[in-house]
């Protein structure tokens, strides 16, 4: 099993290097156990930092990697013996590329920033935090520490000197950048520029193909399971259902950091998991469709279409709010902006004839807004990558 690891180890290293994306060592934060601050497994957090340089140097990107959620005992128990669950079991190096790619060329309004990606191992979108720890599943519920722990981590290695900040994210890390925005914001300089970036973190409140809203119900159990309540915005909770300022919608409303929002109308993740979840395809009718919209019949595929209708009602806080930006393509894509490929290159797509690099570049800049929306229909993008991206 050890030289298992460190093939694995070794072949991780070489990919970054073969793909251009430069392999950073991992930092885990030993501190913050004490703190009570520590992955599902009790392990300490855990995350990568690439320091900034020049003009770059009091500029920060703390970016959070995503991962899903788990939603009951049983299933933090199987992912606590994951990368997901223990820092002990992550990758020592990791290639940052895309938002976090350290080359002008690929990722020029930020490439020379400090760049951190935070790990993921709690399973609640950083917001977990219950005291007691069951010693029989001895499981540690304390997301939103983890998040902290960092934070002020990063604080004491220069961010508190910060002139322009980002909080960003993908999918799960996307979900919790929203969730922690203005909290980011009120911990940073008064006079720091602080915004967030939201890549395939828009997870809606939608409808699935019963009618029902099973994502709700999913939700709820992460955010009981979790004891997430106390941790998502009050300005949500106060009026709403805790499970309900899970839904990105909601917390835009009264959200008061400037927001980008990166997600795909036909987001893979989505189709699989809120429109179609497993769960509620009782005929299992959605199987293989889901996995691949070449084998949706025309009925199913009109369902699909009717989702991104979902997605743009949802998107109504966003598109309302002058200082957020929103970048909608019509690919089938999930996390979009990790690779050079589709953060700026030939390989991802564009909307209104502009790549996502320049489209948030110039928004947090303030040399342009950018809120634009895609071609209406499914795969009417050609720019779209043939394949979708998952984190």
Known sequence: MARLKQLWSSFLVLAVVVIGAR???????????????VCLDGSAPAYHFDKGSGSGANNWIVHMEGGGWCTDIATCVQRKSTMKGSSKLMNKDFGFSGILGGKQSTNPDFYNWNRIKVRYCDGSSFTGDIEAVDPTNKLFFRGARVWRAVIDDLMAKGMSNAQNAILSGCSAGALAAILHCDQFKSILPKTAKVKCVSDAGYFIHGKDITGGSYIQSYYAKVVATHGSAK????????????????????VAQTL??????????????????VLAPTSVDKSKAWK???????????AQLQTVQGYR???LAALAPVRSDTTSGLFLDSCHAHCQGGSAATWSGDGGPTVANTKMAKAV???????????????????CNPTCPAVSTED
Do not use: H
Request: glycine content about 2%; overall charge negative; proline content about 6%.
């Open 23 to 37: 392999a950073v060592p991992i930092t885990y934060l030993e501190s913050a156990v004490a703190k009570g601050a």
């Open 231 to 250: 941790s998502l915005p009050v300005s949500c909770t106060s009026s709403m259902k805790p499970e309900l300022c899970f839904f990105p919608q909601y």
């Open 256 to 273: 008061q950091t400037p927001l980008f929002v990166i997600n795909a109308a036909f987001d893979s993740w989505q189709i699989k998991n």
């Open 288 to 298: 293989t469709c889901k996995l691949d919209l070449k084998k949706c019949t025309a």
């Open 309 to 311: 209708d979902q997605v």
């Open 361 to 379: 570049g110039d928004w947090f800049f303030e040399r342009s807004t950018f809120q634009n929306i895609d071609c209406s229909s499914l795969n």
